[in-house]
């Protein structure tokens, strides 16, 4: 028996792991991987494969995380069932591990669009350190010149420039009419379109891949593909880099309230007593938004996992929440979004811009009732947290708005009275 | 814990606590070098923040909850436990800008040559930081906080 079992060791697994130590210094921890090698930071894959960071550099904590944390760790294990009533998890070998608190951190799996030909060899997907490793070894060998890389956001941006990088030609396709759609209104996705294809990216917008094709005399191997509107672009390699899916196939047919995602209350409790989950996998609080949905991003499944950590070891603890948030470095331009940074037409939302083409900079903040509800910073982004803390703390900027996207914006143009609340004298 | 913190009242808002910081986080720790030659430009990790009549210097605060360090990717930024401090291991930074997105304060610089950020470590290898010793009007001081 294990008083705390958390299934998953990456980011919502460690801030559980670290919570859980503040508060307990000593009840018994087992944390079950199924990677080999845990603890690695996963957005950090792409500088693997661009090269410019190994796999110590991608370790987020010490070598010694576990041991100083006295955590039982299972690498290599997968969970494969659950049985809630006994308070057990069955892994792959048939052994259990049985629990008294349990935390599902079994993150996302990269989402597949069914595609014809999509068996054959050369596809790839681009979300933990196995699938950096297959890349980076394709490219290695020197068999891959070229490739496609479907899905223009996060994760595509990022793979595009470490391909890039790699000296491989790229072509993005996006079935959205912009990239970065989830993060950028189109302005700035314009922006940042022509500074990618700049650097040698070609971009197909508006369209998916109907049909993944063999090369010639070799059909088993990927040699191009088809795009909707009937182009073909010839490659060595495909990437899904489209996003991530709930892994929720451990819960699945249980008792526990899968949504999208793992169904959690403030405290990352499922329905089910004694049952946590946090991360890619759960649908955690957006505070934008005031509603529960998935939220797979790196800072919020640390901060999930803490507070999973406490109210597993008694210490009641409530989630602030999060929201769509992003901070990008590709291609050299910084950039910050937050929140409705790409909101419908809404006659309740004010929104204010600036532009300043010469320095490459583009602002913009979505305000509903004097509230910050959205931003995005482009090109200069130093200040921005500011702009984070008073939208988090729902701060109404209404008297000092137009300070805000100032060029010299900063701490000093905020309210005496703001100011004070920020104890910046203490 | 120890905390810089500023006087608004005194401060001049002369920026001398840049020039000091720079120079303290250069190779050289010369001024005139530190300026004019060294490559990459060592970074100023206070900033004066200035709004006339106001002004005052800020750097990182070391915060007790340190979003930046709970948010950070990589484990480059971390909350030392004994010492209170908020530490940034530039070789681990993998220059992703998250920190930047979530402190309050806007306290973390960009080093666009260095492709990571810089922030205010203290001084740790002097006995009083470079911007408290050489505030001329005394508008900087270190002291302890509760952490």
């Known amino acids: 028996m294990s008083k705390y079992v958390i299934i998953g060791a990456c980011a919502a697994g460690i801030g559980a792991v670290e919570a859980i130590r503040e508060v307990d210094p000593t009840g018994e921890i087992t944390v079950i991987s199924e990677e080999q090698c845990s603890h690695y930071s996963r957005p950090m894959i792409s500088d693997f494969v661009s090269g410019k960071a190994d796999l110590a550099k991608m370790k987020t904590r010490d070598d010694q995380f576990w041991q100083k944390n006295s955590v039982n760790l299972l690498c290599s294990k997968k969970a494969v069932s659950l049985n809630l009533e006994g308070h057990e998890v069955v892994l792959g070998d048939g052994s259990k591990v049985s629990y008294e608190k349990l935390l599902l951190a079994t993150g996302g799996k990269p989402f597949v669009p069914k595609t014809e030909g999509q068996e054959k060899e050369g596809l790839y997907t681009f979300t933990n350190i196995a699938d950096a490793e297959r890349l980076a070894d394709k490219i290695s060998s020197g068999n891959a010149k070229n490739a496609v890389v479907i899905g223009a956001g996060l994760i595509g941006i990022s793979v595009t420039e470490a391909l890039l990088k790699r000296g491989v030609k790229v072509t993005m396709v996006e079935l959205q009419d912009k990239i970065l759609s989830l993060l950028l209104d189109a302005k700035a996705s314009d922006i940042m379109e022509a500074v990618v294809r700049k650097a040698g990216v070609n971009i197909a917008t508006g369209q998916s891949v109907q049909k993944i094709v063999g090369k010639p005399g070799n059909d088993g191997v990927v040699g191009g593909v088809v795009l909707t509107k009937g182009d073909q672009i010839p490659c060595d390699m495909v990437i899904a880099a489209i996003g991530v899916i709930p892994r929720t196939e451990l819960v699945v047919g249980t008792t526990v309230k899968i949504n999208r995602g793992i169904v959690v209350d403030n405290q990352m409790q499922t329905n089910v007593p004694d049952v946590y989950a946090s991360g890619d996998v759960a649908e955690t609080y957006d505070f934008v938004l005031n509603q529960n949905r998935t939220l797979p991003l790196w800072p919020l499944a640390v901060l999930e996992g803490k507070i999973a950590g406490y109210n597993m070891a008694g210490k009641k603890t409530d989630y602030a929440g999060g929201t769509n948030m992003s901070s990008l470095k590709y291609f050299g331009v910084p950039i910050v979004s937050i929140g409705m940074a790409n909101p419908k037409p809404d006659p309740t939302l004010e929104i204010i811009v600036k532009e300043d083409k010469a320095k490459g900079v583009y602002k913009k903040l979505v305000l509903k009732d004097g509230v910050i509800v959205g931003m995005t910073f482009l090109g200069d982004i130093e200040r921005a947290g500011i702009l984070f803390y008073l939208m988090k703390n729902k701060v109404n900027v209404k008297e000092f708005k137009a300070a805000l996207l100032a060029d010299d914006f900063g701490l000093a143009a905020l309210p005496m009275s703001l100011r004070k609340t920020m104890s910046l004298e203490e | ?147």
Not at chain 2, 6 to 29: D, I, N, P, R, W
Not at chain 2, 35 to 48: A, D, G, M, Q
Request: net charge positive; hydrophobic share 30%; glycine share 6%.
């Open chain 2, 1 to 147: 814990m120890k905390r810089i913190t500023a006087k608004q009242e005194h401060c001049m808002g002369c920026g001398l606590c840049e020039v000091y910081c720079t120079t303290q986080h250069s190779k050289s720790k010369d001024i005139v070098k530190a300026y004019n030659r060294e490559k990459p430009r060592p970074i100023s990790r206070v900033r004066l923040e200035m709004n006339k009549p106001i002004s005052f210097a800020i750097q990182c605060r070391h915060c007790e909850d340190a979003p930046c360090a709970q948010a950070c990717l990589t484990g480059a930024m971390q909350k030392d436990k004994e010492t209170g401090l908020v530490t940034h291991n530039k070789d681990k930074c993998m220059g992703c800008w998250t920190c930047v997105m979530v402190c309050p304060y806007g306290a973390i610089k960009i080093d666009k040559e260095g492709h990571v950020i810089a922030k205010c470590d203290q001084c740790t290898e002097l006995e009083t930081p470079s911007c408290v010793a050489n505030c001329p009007n005394g508008a900087l001081e270190i002291k302890e906080v509760k952490a």
